[in-house]
């Protein structure tokens, strides 16, 4: 039973989330100054905060099995510092094809000094709207990993959601370990819209 505060945390990330696409959409002129109203209050209304995502290969164990897993993932209509945080598994664009989606976990952020390994590779500052992903493995070399270790930095808008919770198998799922304030944050929406059930029917063997 989900209690009236979490559902009242919950309905503040849900309006926050629909103001926030709905004017989107707006300053890029595809929907009108009536229809942006209609637009937040339909989101609230019959939309969701999440969805399923299916994650393969083995970048990303042992939070995701190797053979891969079904996602639960918050929707992040705009990524910036102050929604997504360093420490947050995040789904993102993938910077070498559009169309596809990698699983990674967000290692720095705007203004943070990026130092190699390797001292042949000058120091440098991530810019602003710029991030750091690498991937959990830490078996893997770079290419393998397909990380920042080989793209380099990425933009914050191609990060579109967080991943809250992991289905491996049937009987092997739960929470992401996220940064504290992406945990605090997904809280409401996970104890609203969690179904197991629903991942496991969706699940790739």
């Given at each position: 039973?989900?209690?009236?505060?979490?559902?009242?945390?919950?309905?503040?990330?849900?309006?926050?989330?629909?103001?926030?696409?709905?004017?989107?959409?707006?300053?890029?002129?595809?929907?009108?100054?009536?229809?942006?109203?209609?637009?937040?209050?339909?989101?609230?209304?019959?939309?969701?905060?999440?969805?399923?995502?299916?994650?393969?290969?083995?970048?990303?164990?042992?939070?995701?099995?190797?053979?891969?897993?079904?996602?639960?993932?918050?929707?992040?209509?705009?990524?910036?510092?102050?929604?997504?945080?360093?420490?947050?598994?995040?789904?993102?664009?993938?910077?070498?094809?559009?169309?596809?989606?990698?699983?990674?976990?967000?290692?720095?952020?705007?203004?943070?000094?990026?130092?190699?390994?390797?001292?042949?590779?000058?120091?440098?500052?991530?810019e602003k709207d710029q991030c750091w992903v690498l991937a959990d493995n830490e078996k893997l070399k770079p290419k393998e990993?397909?990380?920042?270790?080989?793209?380099?930095?990425?933009?914050?808008?191609?990060?579109?959601?967080?991943?809250?919770?992991?289905?491996?198998?049937?009987?092997?799922?739960?929470?992401?370990?996220?940064?504290?304030?992406?945990?605090?944050?997904?809280?409401?929406?996970?104890?609203?819209?969690?179904?197991?059930?629903?991942?496991?029917?969706?699940?790739?063997?």
């Open positions: 039973m989900v209690s009236l505060s979490t559902w009242c945390r919950y309905l503040v990330h849900k309006i926050e989330y629909s103001f926030t696409l709905g004017w989107k959409s707006y300053k890029r002129g595809q929907i009108s100054d009536r229809e942006l109203q209609d637009a937040v209050w339909k989101n609230v209304f019959q939309g969701k905060l999440t969805y399923l995502h299916w994650s393969k290969g083995e970048a990303m164990a042992p939070t995701i099995g190797e053979r891969g897993g079904t996602l639960l993932v918050r929707k992040i209509p705009s990524a910036d510092p102050g929604r997504v945080f360093v420490g947050d598994v995040i789904v993102m664009k993938d910077p070498d094809d559009s169309d596809n989606y990698l699983v990674r976990r967000l290692a720095a952020t705007e203004g943070y000094e990026m130092v190699s390994k390797d001292e042949k590779d000058e120091p440098f500052v991530l990993a397909k990380d920042s270790r080989l793209f380099g930095p990425v933009p914050m808008t191609g990060i579109v959601g967080r991943v809250i919770y992991c289905l491996r198998t049937a009987v092997d799922h739960g929470p992401v370990q996220n940064s504290h304030y992406g945990m605090r944050k997904d809280s409401p929406v996970l104890e609203v819209e969690l179904d197991v059930d629903d991942m496991v029917k969706n699940h790739k063997s």
